[in-house]
């Protein structure tokens, strides 16, 4: 097995060079910490993590905190999942998805996701007591939380644009009957595309309804009773999938009867007969600048990070021109 000392002496420096190399390398001049790296590459010496996290103080696990209602196996889940996995594994950082706040172990900093408005004071609150770093899937105004967030406002508006764009001039939209920042921002924005097109707010109806397949489907069989609207905007692709097997199973057909746009593009978007135009967010990128983040914040970066990632329109099969409002 290759030692530091090994690397000492192929590199004719001290082994407290080779240390802080492995260990601090910011404070090693470039060109010696390269030099030191390719020999490190030529002799295929493998750190030892443990030996590294005793020296840095730090437990090298960095705890993912994902609320216990949330299901696991959901596409948002995995895409985040796979995100801070990316960035931490570079680092040779591990991490543990922590459910319940009460389950305390030793970790170096939180990267959370799916809290109701303002839990983040309280998770602060327990971080704080604890002296670990946290940052934020979400937005916050709390200035020791870093943040980074889709632009649920822009994602909602460019969807119920796009339905107005192509004819749709009397929409409704299925809200996620939680109380998260997310489903404000994505009802701020439908209703900024309506008054945009100078349009009655009033007359698009909104339901809330729980987000899942039986969640869309109902809520679209109180929406047909009703029968004055053309276009659904739905403000998740799992709640959009319900959508489409109410509207199928009332004899009527996607987009030429109903038209539909989704918000999330992580998979559900494809699975749907037609398949379903979506707002994409970018799950994956924004996990893995969180898990940057929290490193950076480790490493002693003092500036807070806060900041809005734009989604993307994916056009698919599920909206068409509109002929007429269907009554």
């Given at each position: ?10 590199a ?18 470039p ?5 030191i790296?390719?020999?490190m ?13 005793l ?5 090298g ?26 960035t ?15 389950s ?17 004071n ?10 670990r ?40 939209m ?12 994505r ?29 869309g ?28 097997n ?5 004899s ?14 992580l ?15 970018p ?8 898990a ?17 990632v734009?989604?993307q ?13 269907y009554?």
């Amino acid at each position: 097995m290759v030692t530091l000392k090994d690397i000492a002496t192929a590199a004719n420096v001290s082994m407290i060079t080779v240390s802080r190399v492995v260990n601090t390398p910011d404070k090693v001049k470039p060109a010696t910490r390269k030099k030191i790296e390719e020999i490190m590459k030529e002799l295929r010496y493998i750190p030892n993590s443990a030996a590294k996290n005793l020296a840095t103080k730090r437990a090298g696990v960095i705890d993912v905190y994902i609320p216990e209602n949330i299901d696991l196996s959901n596409p948002f889940v995995m895409h985040f999942i796979s995100g801070i996995s990316e960035t931490l594994s570079k680092q040779m950082y591990s991490f543990l998805i922590f459910r319940n706040i009460e389950s305390e172990h030793i970790c170096d900093g939180y990267i959370v996701t799916g809290l109701l408005k303002n839990e983040i004071n309280d998770f602060y609150k327990y971080a704080h007591n604890y002296n670990r770093p946290v940052v934020l899937f979400g937005h916050t105004h709390l200035p020791e939380v870093d943040c980074i967030d889709v632009d649920n406002i822009a994602g909602a508006k460019m969807a119920a644009e796009y339905l107005l764009n192509m004819g749709h001039k009397r929409l409704a939209m299925i809200n996620v009957d939680e109380d998260k920042d997310y489903t404000a921002d994505r009802l701020t924005g439908f209703q900024q595309a309506i008054k945009g097109h100078h349009l009655p707010v009033e007359d698009m109806t909104v339901i809330s309804t729980p987000n899942n397949f039986d969640g869309g489907y109902q809520a679209t069989k109180k929406l047909l009773r009703k029968r004055n609207f053309s276009g659904i905007f739905c403000a998740t692709d799992t709640i959009a999938l319900g959508v489409s097997n109410a509207i199928t199973e009332a004899s009527l057909k996607i987009p030429k009867d109903i038209s539909i746009v989704g918000f999330d593009g992580l998979g559900h978007h494809l699975l749907n007969t037609p398949k379903l135009t979506t707002i994409q967010q970018p799950v994956f990128k924004i996990g893995s600048m969180l898990a940057q983040t929290l490193l950076n914040k480790l490493n002693g970066e003092k500036r807070r990070t806060a900041g809005l990632v734009e989604p993307q329109l994916i056009i698919e099969d599920s909206v068409t021109k509109n002929g007429g409002v269907y009554l």
